[in-house]
């Protein structure tokens, strides 16, 4: 835990109710998993924020690279059909 | 001040809000200091969890003591000698291994009393502890967590712990004397007889110890006083600051 060696760090999901999915919070410094685990309790579920949590190490994340943004997301502009707004959604659905 | 004479419901539910409020107290002393940001949350939330307790009690203290007293009463206006908090929550936070003994030897005897208090026979206090049990379980997660990676972590780590564990268990004695304010408690049906926490307490404790390679040390000092308000010195500067601002600026609110 001292400066030298910065423990690993983690990202952290947390699932605000039951039937919504995990999202992602933030990340934290833990040397396990165990210990990830409580620190995310305490730094991101103090204000009744979830029901669940998932810590995930950093590292293992392959993430997109800004430099493939073109390739990757511009082609979903214009296709406007793939999007459900022709529909109407009934009031009752909460959460889609 | 003349100090309140009250019956034994009222000192007894006093003292163990004092044991709350200078705990937490002194865990918010870390804010900002502790190690990793990560730990100076979770002490800070424990320090919360401590002063929520602190305040149900205090509530029903002054409705025992018939003084009708508000919670800032109990914790900015009495002086030094009028806390009876016991000797072990108010030693001061030393080093990091010193404020995880602390915790330790703490929250395993506060969960204890919870579990019992969950019962008493004053709904109020029983309701106090059957939230605070859930707290206090995690309280207790926590430093048992930390004393077996420090306990058992690298070689400076082992020597900062059986140095805390040095200083710090000769202030247990206290919390399993019983006294006139006791008896009459568990008479009444209020709280436990204080030796009956004892075995679970130990039990608890020395097993931890065990896993954090770690001896209970052996001392025939035991210190006591602190529940008829006879402090340690590091206290008084502690309610210094503690009630100093309520003190230069009387009724401050937020």
């Not at chain 2, 709350?20 to 800070?44: K, M, N």
């Not at chain 2, 009690?57 to 009028?82: N, V, W």
């Not at chain 2, 926490?197 to 020395?206: A, D």
């Amino acid at each position: 835990m001292s400066e030298e060696t910065p423990a690993p760090l983690w990202e952290v999901f947390i699932r605000s109710k039951r039937g919504l999915s995990h999202n992602h919070v933030g990340s934290l410094h833990a040397p396990d998993a165990e210990m990830a685990l409580r620190n995310a309790r305490d730094v991101y579920t103090r204000r009744l924020e979830g029901v669940s949590i998932w810590v995930v190490p950093s590292a293992v994340i392959t993430a997109s690279s800004p430099d493939e943004k073109d390739s990757f997301f511009d082609p979903a502009a214009d296709k406007a059909y793939r999007h459900p707004t022709f529909y109407s959604i009934p009031k009752e659905v909460q959460q889609l | 001040m003349t100090p309140v004479v009250a019956g034994a419901a009222a000192v007894y539910t006093l003292r163990t809000a004092d044991d709350c409020l200078v705990l937490s107290h002194r865990l918010a002393q870390w804010s900002s200091w502790a190690p990793t940001l990560e730990d100076d949350i979770a002490l800070t939330n424990i320090a919360l969890d401590l002063l929520g307790q602190a305040r149900g009690l205090y509530a029903r203290t002054a409705e025992l003591d018939g003084t009708g007293r508000t919670e800032d009463d109990y914790a900015f206006i009495r002086d030094e000698r009028e806390f009876v908090n016991c000797l072990l929550v108010e030693q001061e936070n030393g080093d990091f291994a010193t404020t995880i003994v602390r915790q330790l030897l703490c929250s395993t005897y506060q969960l204890a009393l919870w579990q019992a208090l969950a019962t008493s026979t004053d709904e109020q206090v029983a309701a106090v502890a059957s939230k605070a049990v859930k707290e206090t379980s995690y309280h207790r997660d926590h430093a048992t967590d930390w004393t077996v990676r420090l306990g058992d972590g690298t070689e400076e780590s082992h020597l900062r712990m059986e140095s805390a564990l040095a200083a710090l268990w000769p202030f247990t004695g206290e919390l399993f004397e019983s006294d006139a304010v006791t008896s009459e408690a568990s008479a009444i049906g209020l709280g436990p007889d204080p030796q009956a926490l004892w075995p679970e307490w130990e039990g608890y404790v020395s097993r931890v110890l065990r896993d954090a390679t770690l001896v209970v040390p052996e001392s025939s000092w035991a210190p006591t006083g602190g529940r008829q308000g006879l402090h340690t010195e590091p206290f008084g500067y502690m309610v210094a600051e503690m009630q100093h601002l309520h003190r230069s600026f009387p009724g401050a609110t937020w």
